[in-house]
């Protein structure tokens, strides 16, 4: 049993290095590439992005690369909507973009790269 729980947790770790190297890239990445930058064994990659390309959590293109899959955008508004600081940011926003007619955008920030988390765009006016 306690090997199990070992095993279960360097599958999570390599779950989320795969996660981690998809975000660092920011862009699809071929396998062979992603196997390198996770250092992971190339069947655990393999058998990984399959089981999560089944739950959406992962898409390979038409040349095989991997990226983020459609579900992960679900998630991702889930954590928008329940984030007291994003949702406040949003407000002020919407508040900011009526009153002076211009696109706004608000952005987290990480170390890595700026991921965009809210963005509001002036609707264009007729003339």
Same mark, same amino acid.
């Given at each position: 049993?306690p090997?199990e729980?070992?095993?279960?947790? #360097?599958?999570?770790d390599?779950?989320i290095?795969?996660?981690?190297?998809?975000h660092?890239?920011?862009?699809? /990445?071929?396998m $062979?590439?992603?196997?390198?930058?996770?250092?992971?064994? $190339?069947?655990s990659? &393999? +058998?990984?992005v399959?089981?999560?390309?089944?739950?959406?959590?992962?898409?390979?293109d038409? +040349?095989?690369?991997?990226?983020f899959?459609?579900?992960m955008h679900y &998630?991702?508004?889930? &954590? /928008?909507? *329940?984030n +007291?600081?994003?949702r406040?940011? *949003?407000?002020?926003?919407?508040?900011?973009?009526?009153?002076?007619?211009?696109p706004?955008?608000?952005?987290c920030?990480?170390?890595?790269?700026?991921?965009?988390?809210c963005?509001?765009?002036?609707p264009? #006016?007729? $003339?």
């Amino acid at each position: 049993m306690p090997d199990e729980k070992v095993s279960r947790a #360097r599958g999570v770790d390599r779950v989320i290095d795969i996660f981690r190297q998809l975000h660092i890239a920011g862009r699809p /990445m071929a396998m $062979r590439d992603l196997i390198e930058a996770t250092g992971a064994p $190339r069947s655990s990659v &393999y +058998d990984l992005v399959s089981l999560l390309g089944d739950a959406g959590l992962l898409e390979l293109d038409a +040349d095989g690369a991997v990226f983020f899959g459609r579900e992960m955008h679900y &998630y991702g508004a889930d &954590y /928008m909507a *329940h984030n +007291d600081l994003i949702r406040r940011a *949003h407000q002020s926003m919407v508040e900011i973009v009526a009153r002076h007619g211009k696109p706004f955008s608000f952005a987290c920030w990480k170390a890595i790269s700026t991921p965009w988390c809210c963005q509001k765009v002036m609707p264009i #006016r007729s $003339r």
